[in-house]
């Protein structure tokens, strides 16, 4: 059965080729606005959930979707992508001498079911100068990024320690989603 990737992600379409199963990448474009009294891990969840659900609609039957988010939570607050710089600061000052957790949830959709998993990642990061988040803003990495950092480029360099998965902060959880894939029958058990 085909495999889609309802993504625009790079990253998440370099993380999927990793680890060697065929797919093409099928991008759908959601609501992203948070509900009242939604939970991060409710919020994630349905994200993914939508994500998967949309392109499966759109795409028809024979195929199974899968559908990732990643959010930044920090002090119990969802920190997405920055709208714009007063944004990505506010982000970036809630992160410094922090730890924060990353929420990543995987969704696949078939023709009889949909499964959703959500990782969370512990990231503790060091004290951030406003200089350094005056400096880090202008090199255009915190743009597109939940909470305003990508742990795989120059933000890197913020983070102490993780607890959790790597692959998850980046955007796709390499081992849960394996396990996922072999639920569905996509992976053979080895
Ligand atoms: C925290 C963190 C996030 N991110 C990225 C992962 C996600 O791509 C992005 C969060 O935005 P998402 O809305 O999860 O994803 P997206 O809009 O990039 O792609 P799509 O919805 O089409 O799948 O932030 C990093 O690349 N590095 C990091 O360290």
New binding site residues.
């Given amino acids: 059965m085909m495999l889609l990737l ?4 790079p ?2 379409a370099e993380l999927l080729k990793q680890i060697g199963i065929p797919f093409s990448q099928y ?2 474009d ?1 609501d ?1 606005a948070v509900l009242s009294h939604e939970t991060p891990d409710n919020y994630v969840r349905r ?1 993914a959930q939508e ?1 998967s659900s949309l392109g499966y609609k759109r795409a028809g039957a024979k195929k199974l979707v899968l ?6 939570v920090a002090d119990g607050n969802i920190l ?2 920055p709208k714009n710089k007063t944004d990505a600061l506010r982000m970036l000052s809630l992160l410094s001498d922090n730890t924060h957790q ?1 929420l ?1 949830a995987v969704t696949i959709t078939n023709y009889k079911q949909q499964k959703t998993v959500v990782v969370e990642t512990q ?1 503790c990061f060091g004290p951030l100068s406003p200089q350094q988040i005056a400096w880090y803003w202008k090199t255009g990495e915190p743009q ?4 305003s ?5 120059l ?1 890197g360099q913020f983070v102490k320690h993780i607890n959790g998965s790597y692959s998850a ?3 796709l959880p390499l081992y849960q989603t394996r396990l996922l894939l072999t639920e569905f029958g996509i992976i053979n058990e080895c």
């Fill in positions: 309802a993504s625009q992600s990253r998440r991008p759908v959601i992203e994200m994500k559908g990732l988010d990643t959010i930044v997405g992508k990353v990543t990231v597109d990024k939940a909470g950092y990508g742990i795989q480029g933000g902060v980046v955007g």
